[in-house]
């Protein structure tokens, strides 16, 4: 490519708010600065884009490419009882239903309690004062039926929120706590060395998006209570905000197929992850998380 030549995606768009599948760019080869910044505009455009790949990435292919879109998630890996790395990257989740001998989780390892909560809508990493900006989830093997995983477009949830919903939202700040999250989504309560791994977040409810300059409505499973508030009124007020930004209109669901990274903006959307038979199928899914600053 000459030097000053802009590299122009195509983008093929995946639901009329939001999301779009992108043409043009290879994760493996085009890590040059012009062709990272292109797929950054298109994610400030569509907050979800979907770049498809012939086979998987490896490992060390996803982190490279990555660490070129801000600083990474690393080594925090949560202190859950007979945790065994299966993928031994300290950057990547691992995001599957394997265990460290490549084998299906029981259907009562606490492991895979956990991980079902991933069901529930959230944002990822909301539970850490510095927040998640991009996920890059790459699909390795995907079972035959089922496991999609859906997204909803914060930015238009808070542009047709009532103007008094807005007002009343100004200024208010959730209390963010991931073991609230797994809790909810079925799995056991913690033990008090697993709850010491992950403390207590703080975030506004509304924040502005830093690439589209648009507000968002930040909310997620994660949230397990509002600064000043009393339970009953907060959960009352978050169940309707949840109710609100878990409309069909604002949701896409995507199908996956091996090889797609589906890259995804914290900042702007929520997301969940869809039932499967996770006792019969393997579904093989890495996800590498850029944050706001390195830690």
Request: hydrophobic letters at 40%.
């Amino acid at each position: 490519m000459k030097p000053g030549i802009a590299v122009t995606l195509q983008a093929k768009k995946l639901h009329k708010l939001f999301a779009a599948e992108i043409a043009g760019i290879d994760m493996r080869s085009d890590t040059d600065a012009r062709s990272v910044a292109a797929l950054i505009a298109a994610l400030n455009d569509y907050a979800v884009c979907v770049v498809p790949h012939e086979v998987p990435l490896s490992n060390d292919e996803h982190i490279a490419f990555s660490a070129l879109l801000g600083p990474m998630e690393r080594n925090k890996v949560p202190n859950i009882a007979g945790t065994g790395q299966r993928v031994l990257h300290s950057e990547i989740v691992d995001q599957s239903n394997l265990d460290g001998d490549g084998n299906i989780y029981a259907d009562d390892d606490r492991r895979l309690m956990y991980k079902r909560a991933n069901r529930l809508w959230h944002t990822d990493m909301s539970f850490y004062d510095i927040r998640a900006t991009w996920s890059l989830l790459s699909a390795h093997m995907v079972p035959p039926e089922g496991g999609e995983t859906e997204f909803s477009d914060m930015r238009a949830v808070y542009d047709d929120l009532p103007d008094a919903m807005k007002t009343r939202l100004d200024g208010l700040v959730a209390e963010h706590s991931y073991w609230h999250s797994r809790v909810l989504g079925g799995g056991p309560e913690p033990s008090a060395a697993e709850r010491a791994t992950r403390p207590l977040a703080r975030h506004r409810l509304v924040h502005k998006h830093p690439g589209s300059g648009r507000k968002v409505l930040y909310i997620a499973s994660h949230v397990s209570g509002i600064v000043g508030w009393p339970d009953d009124e907060a959960k009352g007020l978050l169940a309707e905000l949840m109710g609100l930004a878990t409309q069909p209109p604002y949701i896409y669901s995507h199908v996956w197929s091996v090889g797609e990274v589906l890259i995804w903006d914290n900042l702007a959307t929520m997301h969940r992850a869809t039932p499967f038979d996770d006792q019969q199928f393997v579904r093989d899914m890495r996800r590498t998380t850029c944050r706001e600053r390195a830690p």
